[in-house]
């Protein structure tokens, strides 16, 4: 082997373990596992919520960063499909017309609890942030 190619071999190598080291670290802070505090292989809503702190999403989404989405707000950080009067409406449970980060942070977690188990599988946590209009 000449050293050219030992040269190509090396950065290709640590190429690579700056790539494979780059997604460990985005996956273990913002993904599941990361937000599983207590391992069970589920996200309570506690743990979900710990997901917009890793994140700063519900900062992201409160644009007036009053500690509330209003409607628009709310419509601006989901899916169109998403945006309807029957998700917000469900989601304020005071019936304030806006949302509380624990009303859109449990309103959302239980929208996609498809099994009702009160946490978020894996499968559950990765069609809620998708359902998100946000990159993750």
Known sequence: VNSKEAR???LTTLVTALALSACASVGGTVGFPAADADDND???PSEFDEVFDDT???GEFDVNDDGMLSRAEYNEAVDDAYA???FFMGYDGDRSGSLSRQEFVNG???SWDSDRSGSLDSREFRAAINALDTDM
């Open 84 to 86: 309807t009067d029957a």
């Open 56 to 58: 700063g999403f519900y």
């Open 42 to 44: 589920m996200l309570s």
């Open 108 to 110: 959302w977690c239980n």
């Open 8 to 10: 190509m071999r090396t």
